[in-house]
């Protein structure tokens, strides 16, 4: 069964680049047909999209992050990672990352718990 774990941020402040991984045990992140997403909650609201890059190395994002956003991997770490530039209060959020089949993958549409496997979440907090 995979297992998704995301990295505790630390501190953040506004204008910095906020950096988290994902490390994945249980499953590669080169099988096919899977995409590795970042998601996010901010405070009384819904997930949203980040992105994702999926089993070939192909990436998306979601048009509102796509300039301040990055989505890269380690293969031979079993993990990936979301770079977040420019950050402001406004990122403040509960980030998870997660796993779907293709198929399950709506970007047009927001994430679900019911759907693919996730991590715990970390709280990010963007300090002014």
């Known amino acids: 069964q995979v297992q998704l774990q995301e990295s505790v941020p630390g501190l953040v402040k506004s204008s910095q680049t906020l950096s988290l991984t994902c490390a994945v045990s249980g499953g590669s992140i080169t099988t096919c047909c899977y995409y590795w997403s970042w998601i996010r909650q901010p405070p009384g609201k819904g997930l949203e999209w980040i992105g994702y890059?999926?089993?070939?190395?192909?990436?998306y994002y979601s048009p509102s992050l796509k300039s301040r956003a990055s989505i890269t991997r380690d293969t031979s770490k079993n993990q990936f990672t979301l770079q977040l530039s420019s950050v402001t209060p406004e990122d403040t959020a509960e980030y998870y990352c997660a796993r779907f089949r293709f198929r399950d993958v709506q970007v047009t549409i927001p994430p679900t718990k019911g759907l693919g496997s996730w991590g715990q979440g970390t709280q990010v907090t963007v300090s002014s």
């Open positions: 890059i999926n089993y070939n190395g192909g990436t």
